[in-house]
C-alpha cells in the first residue's frame, strides 16, 4: 500500500508541477497587448523610402509590405537579418517579431545607381 501511495504522491507533484509551469505561459500570452501586430505600407520611389521612420513596441509581429515603384530596391535592417528585395513595380511581404528595444537603420542595399545608397530609414522598438 505504501508504494501505491507514493506513486499516487509522485503523479500529483508531477501534475502540480505542471501546472506552474503552464500558468506563467497563459499569462505571459494573455499580457500580450491586442495590438501586438503591427502592419506598414513602405513605398520605395526617387531614391527614398516613405514612410521612413516605423515605430512599435518590444515583442511586436511586425508585417511590412515594401512596394518599389519606379526601379528594383531593397528593404534591409541589418540587426534582424533582414534583406527583401523587390522588382520595379512589384511589393514583398514579410514579417519578424521586434524583440530588441532600440533604433534599427534600415536602407536599400542594391547598386543599381548611386542614388540608392542615400535610402535611409528607422525601425523604432519602444520597450513594453
Known amino acids: 500500500m505504501n508504494g501505491r501511495r507514493w506513486k499516487i504522491a509522485a503523479a500529483l507533484t508531477g501534475l502540480v508541477g505542471l501546472c506552474v509551469v503552464a500558468v506563467p505561459a497563459w499569462r505571459e500570452a494573455a499580457a500580450q497587448p491586442a495590438d501586438a501586430r503591427r502592419e506598414f505600407e513602405i513605398v ?74 542615400g535610402m535611409r530609414g528607422q525601425l523604432v522598438v519602444r520597450p513594453r
Open 44 to 117: 520605395a520611389r526617387d531614391f527614398a523610402f516613405s514612410p521612413a521612420s516605423i515605430e512599435v513596441q518590444q515583442d511586436a509581429l511586425v508585417r511590412i509590405t515594401m512596394r518599389a515603384e519606379d526601379i528594383p530596391h531593397s528593404f534591409t535592417i541589418d540587426e534582424y537579418r533582414i534583406a527583401k528585395r523587390a522588382g520595379a513595380g512589384q511589393a514583398v511581404t514579410f514579417e519578424f517579431r521586434a524583440d530588441r528595444v532600440g533604433t534599427f537603420p534600415f536602407y536599400c542595399n542594391l547598386q543599381l545607381d548611386e542614388r540608392c545608397r
